[in-house]
Every structure is written in structure tokens, then in C-alpha cells.
């Protein structure tokens, strides 16, 4: 009988620790990660297509109105949101996960009152919404961020590197502390052997107009900088910061609006593709995408800040190997952006304790 006894237990610990390796490992897959920043992109067209009453509006677009209507439109806003959106909707939404449809009562907030783009981007990063950042001016961002965080960590120093449209991303992510790599407009990737496309993507900088005036580039030549890399360094965490779709809001060009965010798509694709044909990303890259805060609605979709109702609704989206792809989530939630650091910390097995407060990892996106 005792005997009976020792070998059952002997039994259920065996057992015990089987599945507390399992757990460990499941949420070690990950050994990668890419951040993506769409700036200023809202929740409505990520998950409801092009807005009908904006699309049909001769005032907030310039494109010919076929054109864009053969591009974006489509009776349902499921038909619309894949058209805008086609990576996200038949891959993501099948092999990752969507948090943020209103419509269906999931939220994702901003914790900050701000809703402008220092301060959102700043939240995701550090995982605190710090009153005191309250000015796209701020100088060095004071608070530690995940991408430094892990930097630290063995086997990612100076496997860190952002790529950045905008060149405030410089102070936010604040390269002058821990000189990680962080590439913003205007400048070249430098090294002694850049590959031919890197090269490319350095002069391309100098091909295009300005399209935006000073200190943004366009995020077609920003995913190149990132892309080829990739491709040359192998990294272990990359930043991409988007930012077309703000500025085109701003301009209240909703045409280009869409076309940002579709052509996000397309990089996003080009990038999964590429990721799941390379040994060293395969199947152990996590990939995040989320804005930096939303616009309004009606008239003010223009515009976002604490004035502006709706600019701080936000939304996320996460696929990679330790997450279970329940796709869009259907049942009523609601998450913060600043838990989007420790979720990356979990992701790569660390935890992230820097000195100021952070948001709590997402539960279900490391089960
Ligand atoms: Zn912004």
C-alpha cells in the first residue's frame, strides 16, 4: 500500500512538472518581436472598412471617385474592412488575435488623457502613462522603456533597433541614453557593409519629395530602412513606427487615409512572409500592432487630443507562436495600452520591472 502510495505520487509529480515545463515552454516559443506603431489609425476602419459618409465626401478626399470607391468600397463593413485591410483579416484574424472592436463592447484605451502622439507612444513603451509627458516637445523621455529593457538582457544587446517615420520616436524611445539603434527621417543606416538594398533604401530617402515637410518621412521608404535590416542583422526586437495615416488625417485626406493603412497592410504582409521563410524568425516571432491614439468621429475624424471624444480608443493586435488564435475577440473586455510592455517582457520569458509603475502583461496572449 505505501509503496502503492510513493509510486502515485512519484506518478502525479512526474505529471506535475510535465505540465509545468509545458507552460514554461509555451510561453518561451517567442524569441523574437516586432512592434508596429500605426499612428493615429482608428479602431473604426480596422474593424468596419472605409466609412461610407467620409469615402463619398468630395471635401476630405482628392482621388477620382471610382478609383476609390473600386479600391475600399463594399456593401458590408466585413466586405470593406478585408478590402482595406486583407492581411490583417485573413491571416491575423486567423492565426493571431483582435482586441478593440467597440461594436462588440471589446475595448482597448489609452490610459493617458493626452491622445496625441508623444505621449501614447510613450505609454506603450515604458508601460506608464506619465502626467508629466504631456507635449510632443518633451525632451528625453525620463522613463525606461521595454525596448532598452531588453536590450540588457543576455543575448539582445545591440540586437534592438527601431525605424521610425518620425523624428520625435528619437527622444521618445531616447536613443541618447542607451544608444540603441534608432533610425528616424532624414537619416541613413550606416555601417561598413551595407547590403545593396540597404543602400537603396539610405538614397531612396533623397529621391522622394518631402511630402510631408520636415521631420516625417514616408512609411513606404521607413519599412525598407527596416526590412532590409532585418535582412542584413537578424534582429531580436524591432520597432517599425508608422506614421502616413496621422499626417493624411491631419490634412483630412481620406483617401490617402485608407491608402496608408492598406498599404501598412501590405507591408505587414511582406514582412510576416519574409519572417515565416527564415529560420531564425520562423515560428518564434511575435508580432504587435496598435496605434499611438485615435481621431474623433464625424467632422472631427480630422483631428484627436483630450478635447476630442473617442481619440483615446485604441485597439490591438497579436499574433505569434505563444499566442492562441481566438481571432477577433467577441465577448465584451476591456484592456489599457500600457500593458503592452510587460506583454512583450512575458513574451521573450522576462519581467519588466523598471522604477516606475507598469501596466500588467495580457493574460491571453501568452496562454
Ligand atoms: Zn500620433
Known sequence: MIKFKTRKCFLLQVIACFCLCMSTVAQQRTKNVIMISMDGYRWRELFAGADSLLLASRKYNSQ????????????????????????????????????????????????????????????VLTGYSDPAINSNSYPDNPNENILEFVNKQKGYA????????????????????NGMLVNIYGEDVKDENLTALQQAANSMQRFLPDFFGRGERLDGNTYLLAKSYLLAKKPRVMYIDL?????????????FFLDAAHYADAMIADLWAYLQQDSFYKDQTTILIYPDHGRGEDKQWVSHGGQVAHAGESYLLVMGPDTTPTGEQQSPGQLFMDQCAQTVARLLGFMFKPVHPVGNAISTVLK
Open 158 to 177: 545591440g540586437k534592438v533597433a527601431t525605424f521610425a517615420s518620425w523624428d520625435v520616436v528619437a527622444r521618445i524611445v531616447n536613443r541618447n541614453r
Open 243 to 255: 506614421a502616413d495615416t496621422d499626417v493624411f488625417g491631419h490634412d483630412g485626406k481620406y483617401d
Open 64 to 123: 477620382d471617385s471610382a478609383w476609390r470607391y473600386a479600391k475600399y468600397w463594399a456593401p458590408t463593413p466585413a466586405a470593406r474592412r478585408e478590402k482595406l485591410m486583407p492581411f490583417v483579416w485573413q491571416t491575423i484574424a486567423r492565426k493571431g488575435q483582435l482586441y478593440g472592436n467597440r461594436q462588440l463592447d471589446n475595448k482597448v484605451d489609452f490610459r493617458n488623457t493626452f491622445w496625441f502622439s508623444y505621449p501614447g507612444r510613450a505609454e
